[in-house]
């Protein structure tokens, strides 16, 4: 048994270390990937939108002197993220990290929700996390190590009325953390997850100063204020490095308080 101690912070240097995130040009998604490049990995940016991905890839090359690329992928489609896999592979010659960070919300009363509206989120949240995940796999096995970290939510953890496709698409995300942990942690394969609370992302700006945002985050949060964009990196960063190499299907909360009220 080995009792070499790291220096703390070297347990979090990410140099040499290369990441997928989907979803990465924006919101949390390019906050994390803005936290992994400040430790030094190189970046895959994977958005469906070229030009806003090119953009958020020059902004973080020049700001961390990683290297980062933006590659154009839907996750939702099967051959997209084999390719999406494949690209990554060539262009740093090994894959040791993947951030699931895609998602999209609809909000409504379920019989105000069409089914459509279900199948959409559900389709992103959780088809395209479980094919991004598989499609790295083989990648992650032949190098001998990993680390894939998916992006739950307190919601999946706890119910709120008007979110029944969100919900339920995240509450199938920390599942499936954590029984592709169990299946992947043979293979020197970390799955874990991370569950944001109210973070002010694009998606949330909209509900900003409703009567129920304000009921969520200044009743339901101990810190009872929205989180900023860069209180996930810790998270971020500590999931993908050396530090958590005992972390195995952990549901990570990154919620001020929220799931301990």
């Known amino acids: 048994m080995s009792h070499e101690i790291l220096p703390g912070i070297k347990q979090f240097d990410l140099t040499g270390k290369s990441a997928i995130i989907t979803g990465g040009s924006r919101g949390l998604g390019y906050a994390m990937a803005a936290g992994l490049a400040s430790a030094g990995a190189d970046i895959m940016l994977v958005n469906r939108n070229a030009g806003e991905g090119k953009v958020a890839a020059q902004q973080l090359e020049t700001d961390f002197g990683t290297k980062v690329i933006s590659y154009r992928a839907d996750i939702t489609v099967e051959s997209q993220t084999q390719a999406m896999a494949e690209a990554a592979f060539n262009t740093f010659g090994k894959i040791d990290i993947l951030i699931n960070s895609a ?12 089914y459509e509206d279900f199948t959409k989120v559900m389709n992103v949240n959780v088809n395209g996390t479980w094919l991004s995940s598989r499609a790295v796999t083989p990648f992650m096995k032949k190098n001998g190590s990993g680390r894939i970290i998916n992006l739950a939510s307190t919601l999946g953890l706890i119910g709120l009325a008007n979110r029944t496709p969100y919900t339920a698409s995240k509450g199938a995300v920390v599942n499936m953390t954590r029984a592709l942990a169990i299946e ?15 973070f002010l992302t694009a998606m949330n700006i909209p509900i900003k100063d409703s009567e129920d945002a304000r009921k969520i985050v200044l009743g339901a949060t101990a810190l009872g204020r929205w989180a900023e964009l860069r209180e996930i990196q810790g998270a971020a960063i500590f999931l993908a490095s050396e530090a958590a190499s005992y972390m195995v299907g952990s549901i990570l909360t990154v919620d001020g308080g929220w799931t301990a009220k």
Do not use: K, Q, Y
């Open 103 to 114: 998602g999209i919300n609809i909000r409504g009363a379920i019989d105000e929700l069409s």
């Open 184 to 198: 992947l942690a043979p293979f020197n394969i970390m799955v874990n997850a991370i569950c944001p609370g109210p």
